[in-house]
């Protein structure tokens, strides 16, 4: 039974998109696993407090995301 745990900044994606994300990453588990495991793969979204995620040595914020995201075009 595949268990996907995905972290995000919150704020960061609208509910449309954590939906593709579920979507999008049981198919690529199903890719792999094959059809049977569709209906026991877990994906779980959790988002993280803005400034509670740090790279670097640096927390991130939801707004240095959302910066990071507008210059590279996504």
Request: net charge negative; glycine share 12%.
């Given at each position: ?5 995905v ?12 939906q ?21 793969t877990?994906?779980v979204?959790e ?7 740090g790279?670097?040595?640096k927390?991130?914020t939801?707004a240095?995301v959302?910066?990071l ?6």
């Open positions: 039974m595949p268990f996907v745990n972290k995000v900044i919150q704020g960061v994606f609208t509910s449309d998109q954590k593709a994300m579920v979507e999008r990453l049981t198919d690529a588990m199903v890719a792999i696993e094959g059809e049977a495991m569709r209906g026991v877990w994906v979204v988002e993280v407090a803005s400034g509670d995620w790279i670097g040595g927390c991130l939801t240095d959302k910066a995201t507008a210059t590279a075009g996504v």
